[in-house]
């Protein structure tokens, strides 16, 4: 997805799922965006905004990570 492309409503619904089971009192740090509760990286998601677009990257890229393999061999070096 590039920063143009808006998300599809099943990616938005895949991230915000992984995103609600994280713990209450979870936070990340999204470049130099700042940093931003779990309300509020769904917040930005719903909203598709560019920070919400990042988060979804980052997520899609995880997830992608996992499924290939790439993150055991990395995790294994």
């Known amino acids: 997805m590039t920063e143009k492309e808006q998300p599809n409503s099943e990616v938005k619904e895949l991230v915000l799922a ?4 994280m713990p209450p009192n979870y936070k990340l740090s999204v470049g130099n965006q700042g940093t931003f509760t779990k309300e509020q ?7 598709g905004n560019d920070v919400g677009k990042q988060i ?15 993150l055991i061999e990395t995790i294994n070096k």
């Open 18 to 21: 992984r995103i609600r089971v």
């Open 41 to 47: 990286l769904m917040d930005n998601v719903r909203k």
């Open 56 to 70: 979804i990257n980052m997520q899609m890229n995880f997830i992608k990570a996992l499924t290939s393999g790439r």
